[in-house]
């Protein structure tokens, strides 16, 4: 894996269709909240459902920091769907299946057909405000939340 942004940088644009009809992209949360771009392997596996439902469980204290939780994974809109219903995520999962979001932050897998579980915080004027190339789904939450506190 070879992330292609650094901490300061311009994030890269993002956009794409999510589970719910509508689309979603960086536009939508510039001048306004911080973002939390999460990009995880796969629907319904044991590691990335601990994580959304983490995400889940800590999403107000998450909102009331000024962000928002946005999951992003190659799988197509119907498995995001299915996915957010079976386990009630009340945030964004984006469809990537043209790989275009994964390639343009460097998280997709050597093998192309996924991403590898990496988070990014955008700040509300587009820039990288902190990366987590490493993610343990275990603690990951508590991580994001002391990085967002730090955020003016």
Do not use: W
């Amino acid at each position: 894996m070879s992330i292609k942004v650094n901490v300061g940088d311009k994030a890269p644009n993002f956009e794409g269709p999510t589970g719910d009809g509508g689309n979603l992209g960086l536009k939508d949360f510039l001048g306004k909240k911080n973002v939390v771009l999460y990009f995880y392997p796969k629907d319904d596996t044991p590691g990335c459902t601990k994580e959304a439902c983490s995400f889940r469980d800590n999403l107000s204290s998450i909102r009331s920091m000024g962000a928002e939780i946005v999951g992003v994974s190659v799988d197509n809109v119907e498995s995001h769907k299915k996915f957010s219903t079976k386990y009630n995520l009340p945030f964004k999962l984006i469809s990537d299946s043209r790989k275009q979001i994964a390639e343009a932050y460097g998280v997709l897998k050597d093998t192309g057909t996924s991403t590898n579980r990496v988070t990014f915080i955008i700040d509300k004027t587009g820039r990288i405000a902190k990366i987590f190339p490493k993610v343990d789904v275990t603690q990951h939450t508590a991580e994001v939340m002391a990085a967002l506190k730090e955020l003016p």
